[in-house]
């Protein structure tokens, strides 16, 4: 689920090293609309519906945050 | 807040749009983001076309224009208006009021009120409820309700955070005096969260001066000066999707009605992934929620509400009566919804600004 992870988010931002970043949001490799189309990918990928409450930065700091994320979606 | 009326009733709806459209592919050219990452948010977004006022047109030109083509087409009487309130966020003049800009262009009568209210993408419901409270009095018959803003004044052309999202536009509502209509409404504010959507420069606080002019690198890539308007689109996501689901279970609660009962939702139109997202939330069918605003026309802030009445709802608002369920979320921060029946309608129509 990882590697799938980094891929979308490469997709999403390919400029960005997120393989070694510490904090996607802090290090401005995310933003907030980032963040809205990394919601559909997620969603389309993993079969899951994100709850609108959930779609805050702290979920999106790190590969194991946006995995905290898919496993409370499903 | 919780308030009930059963004193009047909306009785007619003109919807103002600026006659220029651009197109979101046209926008692009004027952000510092990859092609590519611009085009996946145009398809999650909704983005598409949106109407914008040219150079120097102001809000009370936009209503102007509507309230001469209701009286041409004999739709409305100039002098059956007691009452005009004027909801925007970008008014013609600090002072006087838009309301009195409006009365004397054209030429209403002295025995009325005039009343600006600064309110945004909550302000059709704000201005209905303040419009419904002048209708308790016997010399109040008849309100007209204005909302408009030509807010893409306001935002840089260079920011994506928001200028992709905005439209201008103008409604008037005829509100007049009835018994019998049940009315449920319900807001909530809160001032402490005001800056997540925010015009820095322009009042008395920090006047604009050429330093509050200057264009500058948000630091996401986003420009714009303090005299534009800046939105945290995070902050305000989660705003819509924590405080709006419990306010429409609220309002469903105070009025006793159910989903089934409710003919179709109105609400703001932010972008359509948040209304999808509310939907969902809300467990209701997002055929039920018109969201395709964002994508014809822009969120044109406080006429977002009649845009869905006048162009989504028109056909059913014309031809029968059923029940709505209204609601508004956006500066201040404010949240407001209301239940009432609506139709037929006397009008309920678009134009366009030339």
Same mark, same amino acid.
């Given at each position: 689920?990882?590697?799938?992870?980094?891929?979308?988010?490469?997709?999403?931002?390919?400029?960005?090293?997120? /393989?070694?970043?510490?904090?996607?949001?802090?290090?401005?490799?995310?933003?907030?609309?980032?963040? $809205?189309?990394?919601?559909?990918?997620?969603?389309?990928?993993?079969?899951?519906?994100?709850?609108? /409450?959930? $779609?805050?930065?702290?979920?999106? $700091?790190?590969?194991?945050?946006?995995?905290?994320?898919?496993?409370?979606?499903? | 807040?919780?308030?009930?009326? #059963?004193?009047?009733?909306?009785? +007619?709806?003109?919807?103002?749009?600026?006659?220029?459209?651009?197109?979101?592919?046209?926008?692009?050219?004027?952000?510092?983001?990859?092609?590519?990452?611009?085009?996946?948010?145009? =398809?999650?977004?909704?983005?598409?076309?949106?109407?914008?006022?040219?150079?120097?047109?102001?809000?009370?030109?936009?209503?102007?224009?509507?309230?001469?083509?209701?009286?041409?087409?004999?739709?409305? #009487?100039?002098?059956?208006?007691?009452?005009?309130?004027?909801?925007?966020?970008?008014?013609?003049?600090?002072?006087?009021?838009?309301?009195?800009?409006?009365?004397?262009?054209?030429? @209403?009568?002295?025995?009325?009120?005039?009343?600006?209210?600064?309110?945004?993408?909550? +302000?059709?419901?704000?201005?209905?409820?303040?419009?419904?409270?002048?209708?308790?009095?016997?010399?109040?018959?008849?309100? *007209? @309700?204005?909302?408009?803003?030509?807010?893409?004044?306001?935002?840089?052309?260079?920011?994506?955070?928001?200028?992709?999202?905005?439209?201008?536009?103008?409604?008037?509502?005829?509100?007049?005096?009835?018994?019998?209509?049940?009315?449920?409404?319900?807001? =909530?504010? #809160?001032?402490?969260?005001?800056? *997540?959507?925010?015009?820095?420069?322009?009042?008395? &606080?920090?006047?604009?001066?050429?330093?509050?002019?200057?264009?500058?690198?948000?630091?996401?890539?986003?420009?714009?000066?303090?005299?534009?308007?800046?939105?945290?689109?995070?902050?305000?996501?989660?705003?819509?999707?924590?405080?709006?689901?419990?306010?429409?279970?609220?309002?469903?609660?105070?009025? =006793?009605?159910?989903?089934?009962?409710?003919?179709?939702?109105?609400?703001?139109?932010?972008?359509?992934?948040?209304?999808?997202?509310? *939907?969902?939330?809300?467990?209701?069918?997002?055929?039920?929620?018109?969201?395709?605003?964002?994508? &014809?026309?822009?969120?044109?802030?406080?006429?977002?509400?009649?845009?869905?009445?006048?162009?989504?709802?028109?056909?059913?608002?014309?031809?029968?009566?059923?029940?709505?369920?209204?609601?508004?979320? +956006?500066?201040?921060?404010?949240?407001?919804?209301?239940?009432?029946?609506?139709?037929?309608?006397?009008?309920?129509?678009?134009?366009?600004?030339?």
């Amino acid at each position: 689920m990882k590697d799938q992870i980094l891929t979308i988010l490469q997709d999403t931002r390919p400029e960005s090293d997120f /393989a070694n970043s510490e904090n996607f949001i802090a290090e401005s490799l995310l933003d907030s609309f980032d963040m $809205v189309v990394l919601i559909g990918e997620l969603e389309e990928q993993f079969n899951i519906s994100i709850d609108g /409450a959930d $779609v805050v930065p702290e979920n999106f $700091v790190s590969v194991e945050a946006i995995i905290r994320l898919i496993d409370s979606s499903r | 807040m919780r308030l009930k009326f #059963d004193n009047g009733k909306l009785s +007619g709806l003109l919807l103002v749009l600026p006659g220029h459209e651009q197109s979101f592919l046209d926008d692009m050219k004027n952000f510092e983001f990859p092609e590519s990452r611009s085009l996946k948010l145009m =398809k999650v977004m909704g983005y598409d076309k949106h109407r914008l006022v040219k150079n120097d047109v102001c809000s009370s030109d936009l209503v102007i224009h509507g309230f001469r083509h209701l009286f041409s087409s004999t739709k409305l #009487d100039k002098d059956s208006i007691d009452a005009l309130i004027v909801v925007t966020q970008s008014p013609d003049y600090f002072m006087p009021s838009t309301s009195s800009v409006i009365q004397g262009e054209l030429d @209403l009568k002295r025995d009325m009120l005039c009343l600006d209210i600064s309110q945004g993408c909550a +302000g059709f419901i704000i201005g209905f409820i303040q419009a419904l409270s002048l209708l308790s009095q016997d010399c109040i018959r008849r309100v *007209a @309700l204005v909302n408009v803003d030509v807010m893409s004044r306001k935002v840089n052309p260079r920011d994506r955070n928001s200028y992709p999202l905005i439209g201008d536009a103008a409604s008037i509502a005829i509100i007049d005096q009835s018994s019998g209509t049940e009315i449920w409404a319900n807001l =909530k504010m #809160d001032g402490a969260r005001r800056e *997540a959507l925010m015009i820095p420069a322009g009042g008395m &606080r920090l006047p604009s001066s050429p330093e509050t002019a200057k264009v500058e690198d948000s630091g996401d890539g986003n420009f714009r000066s303090k005299d534009d308007l800046r939105m945290d689109g995070s902050a305000v996501f989660n705003f819509v999707q924590t405080e709006v689901p419990p306010l429409i279970a609220d309002i469903m609660d105070f009025s =006793k009605k159910s989903d089934s009962d409710i003919r179709a939702y109105a609400f703001h139109q932010p972008n359509k992934f948040m209304l999808e997202k509310l *939907a969902d939330k809300l467990g209701i069918a997002r055929e039920k929620v018109p969201m395709d605003v964002v994508e &014809r026309f822009g969120n044109n802030s406080g006429v977002t509400i009649p845009t869905v009445l006048a162009t989504n709802l028109s056909s059913n608002l014309l031809a029968s009566q059923g029940l709505y369920c209204l609601a508004g979320f +956006g500066v201040g921060l404010t949240w407001a919804s209301m239940i009432m029946p609506i139709g037929p309608l006397e009008f309920c129509e678009q134009i366009d600004y030339p």
